[in-house]
């Protein structure tokens, strides 16, 4: 079981018994995340930089922020630990340069943090040996097995090499897994500022039926009004993907983790937002309707809330990384609505490991 881990030590193992220097690479909400799991295993920071152009005297946690360069000069042998994401070509580029030269870690944290504080480490897999493995087995073809053993290898140690070894491109997705036809039925939740459904509308080269598209964020949602105000058969919503259609309170921070905000703090402290069941606003549920899911942690309630187009054949793109457990409990969660969709996993261009997600497929359309 579980033969295709590979990695035994976890990042944070390796950090507290390395004899070299740590430099955390990056500030903000991420370094803070690495430090508290610092502060939990005894491993000490040796400092921090950021790339020179953002470097002008800056301190970060009382640490003055240095170049990389600097560093350089200074130190010959270091392991650097990343701590932020990177999405786009030249920064991912970047990074790989710096891991050409150095030791380099992004060590894995989950985006949304469960009560007890866990990290993802060969121990956790153990734990949950018979779930994983039955992911895996489920899986429909060689590369999402690759993808999936890569990625959890990678959550496991760190190692980026395991990222670039299992990025695909992702126009795979609408040329091959999810082909979109006229009658197709787009319903985007976590829409964000329209940026998938205009991927989706600009793959839709012969034409689509109609697009739903959730976004409780208000600063966002203005934004996916504007970009989407020239599209036809659109039908947006200031709302968040939910298991039932209700109230929640949600903080309302803009950026791509304001739902996550939102599930770490429900309270009345927050905005009153509405909240959308997909099977609520869905006229058809047939094998036409493609969704997508992309919410923050909310991954669960939304499954749960399009379990009828689900079970009616629609195809699913599911996000695989804000939790631990998401890896092995959503695509099991969606094989227990409806059996006969076929899994996939893909990873497309990004470090950490988010960018990494579930599809689920008709038989029909594949």
Avoid at 200 to 206: I, Q
Avoid at 218 to 247: D, G, M, P, Y
Avoid at 307 to 319: Q, R, T
């Amino acid at each position: 079981m579980l033969d295709f881990i590979t990695e035994k030590q976890s990042s944070w193992e390796f950090l507290k018994k390395t004899e070299l220097p740590i430099f955390i690479y990056g500030m903000g909400d991420g370094a803070l995340k690495i430090l508290s799991a610092f502060e939990k295993h005894g491993i000490a920071a040796a400092g921090f930089f950021a790339s020179d152009e953002f470097v002008r005297g800056h301190y970060f946690e009382g640490h003055l922020v240095h170049k990389l360069s600097h560093i350089e000069e200074l130190i010959d042998e270091f392991v650097v630990v990343l701590a932020f994401a990177a999405g786009y070509q030249s920064l991912y580029d970047r990074i790989f340069e710096i891991a050409g030269k150095h030791t380099l870690l992004a060590p894995d944290v989950p985006v949304v943090p469960d009560e007890s504080g866990e990290l993802f480490d060969y121990d956790y897999c153990l734990r949950h040996a018979e779930e994983i493995q039955s992911v895996y087995d489920m899986l429909a073809d060689d590369t999402s097995k690759k993808v999936y053993g890569d990625i959890i290898n990678f959550k496991i140690s760190g190692k980026i090499d395991y990222l670039s070894a299992c990025t695909t491109d992702r126009s795979e997705i609408y040329d091959r897994l999810i082909p979109i036809t006229r009658d197709s039925v787009f319903v985007d939740m976590g829409a964000y500022d329209g940026d998938t459904t205009l991927d989706f509308t600009f793959a839709a080269r012969d034409g689509y039926k109609a697009i739903y598209a959730l976004e409780p964020d208000r600063r966002n949602f203005r934004k996916l009004q504007k970009n989407t105000s020239e599209l036809a058969n659109v039908n947006i919503f200031n709302a968040a993907a939910w298991s039932e259609s209700t109230t929640l309170y949600f903080l309302n921070k803009a950026g791509r983790q304001s739902m996550a905000a939102r599930l770490r703090d429900i309270s009345e402290n927050g905005v009153e937002t509405a909240a959308l069941a997909a099977d609520d606003i869905i006229p058809e549920p047939d094998e036409n309707v493609i969704l997508k899911m992309d919410v923050e942690g909310a991954e669960k309630e939304a499954l749960n809330g399009c379990k009828n187009a689900l079970a009616a054949g629609a195809s699913l793109e599911c996000a695989l990384y804000h939790r631990n457990e998401d890896i092995y409990g959503l695509p099991l969660l969606v094989h227990s609505i409806n059996p006969n969709l076929k899994l996939y996993v893909r990873h497309h261009l990004y470090i950490p490991a988010w960018e990494t997600n579930l599809y689920a497929v008709n038989e029909r359309n594949v």
